[in-house]
């Protein structure tokens, strides 16, 4: 079976909590259209928590290939969607990745399948940035390594705390991307 579609054990207690949460926010969660909601709900959220179980790491360390390309490698426009570990809300928006070689690359969709596994658990912002930056680091140990993520935050947005459609920017990096001139060709790359 396919591990991304498996789910996972408690899968019957998730349900009959969401059941009973169906309750207390006021609802007869034995009425026709919510018949089926908990198990949906139960599924849905261990889906959108996938990433617990995967290891980010392995990913790369896979599919390391010994490469003499020393330039800035971008992957960027990366979709993603996470939660928001206080509300429990969708952030969502796009992951941006720069690194320059020390000697292995890695598949361009394996940087891809990382910002997949980091987002598909509760997060903060901040943490999920740092998070995909050091595990690029950690494997791949590239002359430098750079994360930008831009988000919108439904936790925000649906409780009017900020204005509609405003972008929140998280940025780390290291090594040669500390020095201005780099992350400002990669930020121009990036927004062209
Ligand atoms: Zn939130």
Do not use: W
């Amino acid at each position: 079976m396919n591990p991304e579609t498996e789910y996972r054990e408690g899968l019957e207690q998730l349900a009959s909590n969401y059941k009973e949460i169906l309750s207390l926010l006021g609802e007869d969660p034995t009425r026709e259209g919510l018949e089926k909601t908990p198990m949906r709900v139960a599924k849905a959220m261990q889906v959108l928590t996938r990433g617990y179980n995967m290891d980010a790491h392995k990913v790369l360390t896979d599919a390391l290939f010994k490469e003499d390309y020393s330039q800035m490698v971008i992957v960027k426009d990366i979709d993603f969607f996470s939660l928001c570990e206080h509300h429990m809300l969708p952030f969502y928006g796009k992951v941006h990745v720069a690194y320059i070689p020390n000697g292995y690359i890695t598949g361009l969709s394996k940087i891809a399948r990382v910002v997949d596994i980091f987002s598909h658990r509760l997060q903060v912002q901040e943490r999920m940035t740092l998070q995909i930056k050091e595990c690029i680091e950690q494997t791949l140990k590239p002359l430098g390594v750079m994360v930008v993520v831009e988000a919108k935050h439904m936790c925000m947005q649906m409780r009017g705390v900020e204005k509609q459609n405003s972008i929140t920017t998280t940025s780390d990096f290291c090594g040669a991307f500390n020095q201005a001139k780099t992350r400002q060709e990669f930020m121009n790359l990036i927004h062209q």
